[in-house]
């Protein structure tokens, strides 16, 4: 079944520029409000005449808009370049791609990092707790504002697998499928206690202070060691064996607990990069949005799915114990029960949970076909 | 396309327009088909990853997963039709199988390979040798099935369970058999249901 890979600097989307939308109120799912909240979108591919070919891309935790193409300054690729663009899984072609980063985050949307209208300053901790639901308001308002009634498909990885959990639950007229890959229901124990350790970890940091840091020191070492955390939850024990095995890394060690091993260097540089580009305390308010997100909070999911046309292309990674097959499976049970037609995959991969990032031959496979089917579907309807 | 003439007879069946779960749809050929001519709101079931990337490409539904335990998770009388189509023989628990086929059914529709078929009879009683047949093709150690039985040992296991056979067929080849089936068809179709 392999689809040919397709090189990522070949035949993208090229450069792209990233927009802002504008909402003037945004009232939270605890009647807090926001005023002005900017929301930060990319689009790739042309909306048809009919409005029918728009396919909303849902990012993860430190996820952002940009994810296609290059960005503005022609440096970076975009997170999923490779799933989007001619004659790709998203093909660009056919679809109008929307991307749009999360209200609570710091990759140009309103969050703790933001400057508050009401006092001038960073909201820092003054910024409300947003959830899930929250960040799915916010980007169906942009999806409003251009004009589409009905999305092809709301698509996404790990927390972009539960916003579009949340569309198919809260707003299933405006999707006509769903496909949530690499995602639980709800967080369990075991995730929901990985993330507080990274929090944590942000908030021991001295520089934190109380989340009050902007224009000071950052809690650089906090929110690395939270980052640490995070990827060795990312990837399998068998794909860090095939990475870095016990290689130890070259050169002097002036101190005993220098990086020896390459793992630890990998770590440490992970760690070290993602504090220049992403805000501790959006981390913060990001994983506990994740954590509290669930899917059944009103009723069971199977209630919530009953009777709609909506479909749904559920996909596991066999190696992933951050989210594990059997979450997804959860997801593909709700679709049974409610009799709406359901696709589910688990693939064979050893990359963990990053696989949702790296099996771009079996997600092409998948998502293209079903994508087609759901297009024809919706044309002919 | 040639269709496969046991693929003809499940579709004599099957109405227009009904709901249909095949349980162990492989590449999907047999729901395509009854998509493409009757209509139907198909909905596969498949243990194999390769073959669901086969059955995603031709637009289907298809769910990754066993059958012994991808079965009880529906609603009763979720489809018009559960079907197992030379999946039988390969199931953990064929009985369990067919109770939840039946509840999530309003009717089941089986086809396998007969193990009483007369070429069969002969490897087993001239040559001592386990059977190797068209519809039987596997050696011992590479076979996937699980379970042998004739087209009399399903029709005492409906009568013992009380499950209703509406309609049966028997084929041979490409031809459909008429006369002691027991002996000379390689597959036997039922239509079978809870009756009332």
Redesign the interface.
Known sequence: ?KTKRIDKREDGVGVVETQYFIIDSLTLENREKIEHVTLAYETYGDLNENKTNAVLILHALSGDAHAAGLDIEQKNPGWWDSMIGPGRAFDTNKYFVICSNVIGGCKGSTGPSSINPATGRHYALDFPIVTINDMDDAQKRLIDHLGIDKLLTAVGGSMGGMLALSWLVRYPDRIRSAIPIATAIKHGPQQIAFDEVGRQAIMADPHWNSGNYYGGPLPAKGLAVARMIGHITYMSDMSMEVKFGRQRKNGTQPFKFTADYEVEGYLRYRGDSFVKRFDANSYLYITKAMDNFDATQWRPLQDSLQGLKT?VLVIAFKSDWLYPAYQS?EI??AC??S?I????????STYGHDAFLLEID?ET??IS??L??VF?EYETA | MNVRFDHKAILKLVKPQSAVLELGCGTGDLLSLLIKERSV?G?GLEID??A??????K???????DIDSGLA???DK?FDYVILNQSLQQIKHPDSVLTDALRVGRKVIISFSNFAYYKSRLQIFFRGRTPVTGALPYQWYETPNLHFLSITDFINYCGLKKIRIERRMYISEDKRIKLLPNLFAQTGIFLADRGL
Do not use: P, W
Not at chain 1, 341 to 348: A, F, I, L, Q, R
């Open positions: 079944m479909k499976k593909v049970k049974k029960r009799g037609e359901t696709t589910y995959c688990e693939v064979d079996e496979h998948l076909h079903f087609k089917t024809h | 709101r909905q990853e390769q669901i990337y086969a059955c995603v490409a637009g289907l539904n298809v769910i990754h997963g998770e529906y609603e979720s």
